[in-house]
């Protein structure tokens, strides 16, 4: 069992670049969660996704962020024309049945310069 | 919505004395409440979890206890160990359509 996929493992983007952060759920779990850490904080939720819907986004930025989870391939977090304040660490859990046990994915470090 | 408190953010013990972690929620239909460990540069792990139906739960060195009627519950770690250095986590949901909310976080450092 490979456990939740992300990738890049680190990302470093220019002000005004897109970043692009995947997340592929462990076998069976088809919910996904997507949270953004910062630097000695939390983990703040950002959005819930099943296949093809979003189920709850009350954490996303209203601008520039976007999420999907397709019926096929991985959870997409977008971010568009990054600021340095986008500077975090984004992780992806998924669930199986989408109460309990959430697993989390190694992250993402995206950097804005 | 839920909102999870969590006390000390940081906290120093002497190898083999016990931690223990504070959490408070305000939403009275929380009813799953799991602990994760963070270690540097990793992934939060799950540690333990407990449920509304039980007040207490136990696994080894770690336990975790729920008082529902004070919305609070709380991480025991005894005779600690320098590998259990690391940053812990509380977090609370409603086991719907709710994500777990999080708390902030306590740093524990175990000193040989």
């Known amino acids: 069992n490979a456990g939740v996929m992300q990738n890049p493992r680190h990302l470093v983007r220019r002000r005004g670049q897109e970043a692009r952060l995947r997340c592929s759920p462990m076998?069976?779990?088809?919910?996904v969660y997507w949270y953004r850490q910062l630097p000695e904080e939390g983990l703040k939720f950002m959005v819930y996704?099943?296949?093809?819907?979003?189920?709850?986004e009350s954490g996303m930025p209203k601008e520039r962020f976007s999420a999907e989870f397709p019926k096929e391939g991985p959870s997409i977090l977008r971010i568009q024309q990054v600021v340095r304040g986008d500077s975090a660490a984004y992780f992806c859990a998924s669930s199986r049945d989408g109460r309990y046990g959430y697993t989390f994915g190694s992250g993402t470090r995206l950097t804005v310069v | 919505g839920e909102n999870v408190e969590q006390h000390p953010s940081t906290l120093s013990v002497q190898e083999g004395d016990s931690a223990v972690i504070k959490c408070t929620y305000s939403?009275?239909?929380?009813?799953?409440f799991p602990w994760y460990k963070q270690e540097l540069g990793k992934r939060p792990q799950l540690i333990i979890d407990?449920?509304?139906?039980?007040g207490e739960k136990k696994d080894q060195r770690i336990a975790v206890t729920l008082n529902k009627t004070a919305k609070h519950f709380s991480l025991h770690i005894t005779e600690t160990q320098p590998e259990d250095s690391a940053v812990y986590f509380c977090?609370?949901?409603?086991?719907?359509?709710?994500?777990?909310?999080f708390g902030k976080g306590t740093r524990l450092s175990v000193i040989a």
């Open positions: 996704l099943q296949k093809e819907n979003i189920i709850d």
């Open positions: 939403d009275s239909a929380s009813n799953y």
């Open positions: 977090a609370a949901t409603d086991s719907g359509n709710t994500p777990l909310v």
């Open positions: 407990i449920r509304s139906n039980v």
């Open positions: 076998k069976g779990h088809s919910h």
